[in-house]
């Protein structure tokens, strides 16, 4: 079991808001930023401040219905959650170490609109590595018109944009099961496969790795709607499932899915149970990947239900 230690890190905030600014005690579930301009208070909290973590941002007191977020060049929302605006924002795997800005723009014009700048330093992390080389067989196999075909399917699912928020709070472990390897672990396949050949495999490990014995119950880890349910080359029987709001979770390597595309689920619905399948499975174990909006993040980030406001947890 690798265990890591949540890290936490903020600094200033930068303020174009109209009204008069005070700072606001920060609470026992770490609040990374808490700011008021007037009635209006911005809180800001980061579960794992290296790449691949995530913020969430919420904004109490404000007459919004909606406001945009931007990372890196990359936009995010927020919006109405148990009374308050509220977001998570992806700190995407790519993220360079080093000084990042989150930008928050509030619709409405000059009188009601505005911005605000978050700095984010995001940290580094010294990520394990594990060596899984394909046998030659898995190298022709992964080659495939097949097998890309299979790619595209699991990317579609993945990049499904959604309406309907179907699931809000942290996500559930799919298994009991300790972690055999963490989100963003380094792969060697012994070859180059490329960044997202089938959107989970990788130089980097798209996942976390439960190691689970054959014939376990897979859970869902949130409520939403099955998207895809169906063997892929590389990562087997696979489910995934849309939250809502951008959010995706794909469990992989079942050994059998119980559930159908387009059926709803809610969070602990059994899905299937954990196996060896698909090409990327040498050992019985459940990949379970998290994905928002098409950036993938750690699911175990997901699970920190401090992130949330209490009333959504
Ligand atoms: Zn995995």
Request: proline content about 6%.
């Amino acid at each position: 079991m690798i265990s890591r230690s949540r890290t936490l890190a903020l600094a200033a905030v930068v303020l174009t808001l109209p009204g008069q600014v005070g700072e606001v005690a920060a609470q026992a579930d770490s609040p990374l930023v808490t700011r008021s301009y007037g009635r209006v208070i911005v809180d800001v909290k980061v579960s794992r401040s290296h790449a691949g973590g995530v913020l969430a941002v919420g904004v109490r007191n404000g007459r919004w219905a909606t406001a945009n977020t931007l990372v890196d060049g990359r936009r995010g929302a927020l919006t109405r959650v148990a009374g308050e605006l509220f977001g998570i924002v992806a700190l995407a795997l790519d993220t360079a170490v080093g000084d990042h800005k989150l930008s928050i723009y509030f619709p409405g014009g000059r009188r009601r609109g505005g911005a605000t700048t978050v700095n984010l330093p995001v940290t580094p992390l010294v990520r394990p590595s594990r060596a899984r080389p394909l046998s030659p067989e898995g190298v022709t196999a992964i080659a495939t018109q097949a097998a890309l075909g299979h790619g595209r399917f699991l990317l579609a699912a993945i990049r499904t944009r959604d309406t309907k928020a179907h699931h809000t709070g942290p996500l559930r472990a799919p298994v009991d099961g300790p972690v055999a390897f963490p989100f963003g672990g380094h792969e060697d396949y012994g070859r180059v496969i490329g960044p997202m050949k089938d959107g989970l495999m990788g130089e980097q490990h798209r996942g976390v790795d439960y190691e689970v014995p054959i014939g376990a119950p897979v859970k869902a880890p949130g409520s939403g709607v099955v998207l895809l349910a169906r063997s892929l080359v590389f990562s087997g029987e696979t489910v995934v499932i849309g939250h809502g709001n951008g959010l995706v979770s794909v469990l992989s390597h079942l050994s059998y899915v119980s559930v159908r595309e387009g059926e709803m689920v809610v969070t602990g619905t059994a899905v299937g149970t954990s196996g060896q399948t698909g090409l990327g499975a040498l050992t019985p174990h459940v990949c379970f990947s998290v994905y928002l909006h098409s950036l993938n993040v750690d699911p175990e980030a997901l699970m920190d239900a401090s992130l949330w406001p209490a009333a959504a947890r």
